[in-house]
């Protein structure tokens, strides 16, 4: 799909191109195959965002993984963080003693991640380990979270695209852009 394309509309400027996106994806696929070796860990996405990414990223793994959902929120149809951690899904499988692999669309603030994987640790998980498609390292509020895997720190800025959205639109985009203030400053 052309970036001329209706879709784009909205959109500034792109800050990471689908082809960027597939070569980093594949890399941190055989980067989790390698560290998990001999394992065969539950990977957990955190719907709606990374369902783009965890399905990517699952196909670039070759260990018996099982997979699982959740939705999270503290964003309502915000666009920055309420500081609230709500579970909207709750996992539908045991993981005690199992290997947790969440995969998330983006970490901006870290709350909700914090949140989730001390949630996850007292549920008994050997361990938890954090993929993140986008990490915004400006917005951290929680300084001692561990991303393990990250495909790309950006700059704190509004971005969709890719599975990541603003008021459920915008998902399609096969890339990942920067959105125009206007749209969600309600100008």
């Known amino acids: 799909m052309e970036q001329t394309a209706r879709i784009y509309q909205d959109v500034c400027k792109i800050l990471v191109t689908k082809e960027e996106i597939s070569e980093k994806v594949k890399e941190t696929g055989a980067r989790i195959t390698k560290d998990f070796e001999e394992k065969a ?20 793994i070759d260990l018996p993984v099982t997979t699982d959902f959740m939705s999270i929120s ?7 963080s309420t500081g609230v951690v709500r579970v909207m899904k709750d996992l539908d499988r045991d993981i005690l003693g199992k290997d947790v ?51 790309f720190n950006i700059p704190d800025e509004f971005v969709v695209g890719y599975g990541l959205d603003y008021d459920e639109k915008y998902r399609n985009i096969p890339d990942i852009g920067v959105l125009k203030p206007e749209i969600y400053q309600g100008k």
């Open 41 to 60: 860990p539950v990977m957990v996405c955190i719907l709606k965002g990374a369902a783009t990414f965890f399905t990517d990223l699952m196909r670039e």
């Open 74 to 80: 503290s964003y309502g149809s915000a666009t920055k």
């Open 101 to 151: 692999i969440i995969v998330e669309d983006i970490v901006d603030s870290g709350i909700t991640l914090n949140y989730l994987s001390k949630m996850l640790e007292g549920r008994g998980a050997a361990s938890i380990t954090i993929v993140t498609l986008l990490d915004k390292p400006a917005r951290r509020k929680v300084k001692d979270l561990v991303v393990n895997y990250s495909c």
